[in-house]
């Protein structure tokens, strides 16, 4: 069962990156149980996407709902951790979950146990949990919104491509946790960002990683169809499953639907911790409306 919000310690932290002490990230820690060890518990990692936070969309409200101690963190250049936001910085983002992962286990002992990530949150962690040492121990994974064909879109803006062929770059303009969010899109990372390539996980991926792919059929960021590529993908590993969870009228941030994610999450979550796990598409368990 999730555990009550009441039984949760909240507590902010700031990881100083490796050789760089004018580089950091800030996270959020939530402990089920803060007053017993910490050292070989295990740990969910929530990751946000692309102009995101910590704390929007249900990773805030998933992290209070887990029954597992939690870390979210603001990627560098978002809310709370400074640094430019490059839209190709998949590297960056690399490195702030190895910065965070290796803070966590020396300061606390922590074990990676599941991976939660959101649209870029979503590419780079893959990337992470299928290279990185620390992330042998992951024994589930939600890929949320993510894409895997980088040079598809949905939204293309004439203007926005007009202005690349003009001058070279446009301003993205959003808002992120209430504030303005501004920042200079270029050419030349849009060409590095196409080039990412996200055909490592046939196979890098770890092959008793369990995962759960969510995605919504109004998405007009992330093209449904590579949800089908992922499931394609990672349901052919053994004993690791894939389960395809598509929710009809979601768009890219579930809005609207958060709740509705959440009790997913946690839902095959507990599937998982009890062995009851098979490759398919996810069956919530209530017959839909004719």
Known sequence: MPAPITTKKT????????????????????????????????????????????????????????PLDSFRLDFRGNHESPGPWLMDGFSDDYEDIEAS????????????????????????????I????????????????????????????D??????????WFEERQ???????RAIVTLEQLEAFARFNSAHIWEDFP????VLTLHGLADQVV?????????????????GTHNLHLIEKADHNFTGMQDDVIATILKWWDHLERGKLKTGIWQTGVRPKL
């Open 130 to 157: 299928s290279s990185s040492k620390a992330a042998r121990n992951v024994r589930g994974y939600v890929n949320a919104s993510g894409r895997y064909r980088m040079r598809v879109s949905h939204n293309q803006s």
């Open 223 to 239: 093209p449904v169809y590579d949800a089908v590529i992922y499931a394609r993908a990672l349901g052919a590993r053994s004993p």
């Open 159 to 168: 203007e926005r491509h007009g202005l690349l062929k003009k001058q070279g």
């Open 175 to 181: 808002t992120v946790a209430r504030k303005p969010f």
């Open 207 to 210: 092959a008793a990683t369990h």
């Open 101 to 128: 992962v290796a803070y966590l286990q020396e300061h606390f002992g922590y074990v990676v146990d599941l991976v939660v990530g959101h649209s870029r949150g979503s590419v780079v962690g893959m990337w992470w």
């Open 11 to 66: 507590t902010r932290h700031t990881i100083i990156l490796p050789g760089a002490p004018d580089k950091f990230v800030v996270g959020v820690l939530e402990q089920v149980c803060p007053d017993e060890p910490t050292q070989g518990r295990k740990l969910a990692l929530i990751l946000h996407g692309a102009m995101g936070h910590k704390d929007y969309l249900y990773q805030k409200r998933l992290a209070h709902r887990l």
